[in-house]
């Protein structure tokens, strides 16, 4: 799928050389491929994007990086990008208005953005294989019989280059599904329960007006006996100081007490208000993702049942990264042993894909298992961690 246009330029000398029947096709493609619909919108998008080179036949890759980087940075790929309306042309839709779409979009696009530039091209469909396709079939008469599903079905734009022939152009973003990456999810919902604390924090404790009530002290009578000799002044002076100080003492740790038990109240109503919001938040999430797996359409739960997938295995330490979903699955079930029934997490993946690119709904049996295979790898990873890292993984970042 991937050639280094550079190289394949600089050595035109080593391609085979042209026949006249490559030549005279040259011409049909020129007349061909090179077509776009008279209309404003594409008037619009030309004047848009009219720094990009025009094509001289050498600068293809230019070309290309170009028209990679405007798709990259107008819009985003999902498995739900919606309808693209029938008076709206795809292309400016995709880049102008609704900056969602998958591949096919993407795919659509890139052909019209290289043949505003004399970049005759075409929209292709098929089905992708990667290696380990071929290393897992059977040999059948000095043949690999490969067993390709819905699922592998795929769009890619494709340039022609002269003397050659059509050359096969990657302009996915990615091609992992457009999913929001399980870490910059996880970050949002952690911070978003931190921003409830905090406010929590501060609404509770502003200042708390007590009103410390002290007991009359109790009266105590005081018998004196005269036996003929008058107390001195001196004596009284005495007794009362020490009335005094005993006031004072009994008032102090009469204060104390009742700051300590505010103090201690305020920390309570303060911890059961974080605790609600925690727990309201946590079945606030459940609910949403539960009501995600049960979508009008199959289709579209399935794709929320891998996006929640992704979390897990992103938080396992198996991160996607920049690897063809294919890849990732034979990846991730390499690295999930143990966590969920062998070739479950692949069946998932291969279902995802078939969802996101086939015609057909998937089955509610199939919806089914990939449920079940998700849940069993949240059960698992949580009976990895510690209780206080259970605790942060279930009702922190709510994947469980």
Known sequence: MFVNTDHLISHRDELPAATDFEKAYRDYVYAKYTLLPDSDTMNELAQEYGYIPDYDGTNIAGISSAIRKILTDSAEYTLEPGITPSDKELTWYLLKENHKGYCSHFATAAVVLARMNGVPARYTEGYIVIPSDIEKADMVENYYKVDIHDSRAHAWAEFYIDGYGWLPFEFTPGYDHGIISAEEKMNEEAASTEEAAVTVTETVTEPVQTEA???????????????????????????????????????????????????????????????????????????????????????????????????????????????????????????????????????????????????????????????????????SICSTKSRKEGFVFRYILNLK
Do not use: C, W
């Open 213 to 379: 009530v002290t007991e009359a002290a109790p009266v105590t009578e005081i018998v004196t006996e005269i036996v003929g000799v008058p107390e001195s002044r001196e004596t009284e002076e005495a007794e009362t100081q020490n009335d005094n100080e005993n006031e004072k003492e009994k008032g102090f740790f009469e204060t104390a007490v009742s700051a300590v038990t505010g103090f201690i109240t305020a920390a309570a109503v303060l911890f059961v208000i974080i605790a609600s919001v925690i727990i309201l938040k946590h079945i606030s999430v459940i609910n949403k993702r539960n009501r995600s797996f049960r979508n009008a359409s199959n289709n579209r739960s399935m794709a929320a049942v891998y996006s929640y997938t992704l979390e897990l295995l992103a938080h396992y330490g198996i991160g996607k990264g920049s690897m063809m979903p294919l890849e990732f699955a034979d990846y991730a079930e390499e690295q999930a042993e143990g966590l969920v029934e062998k070739g479950a997490l692949k069946d998932m993946i291969d279902l995802a894909l078939k969802s996101g690119f086939s015609k057909d709904e998937i089955t509610d049996e199939e919806l089914a298992r990939s449920v079940k295979t998700a849940k069993t790898l949240a059960e």
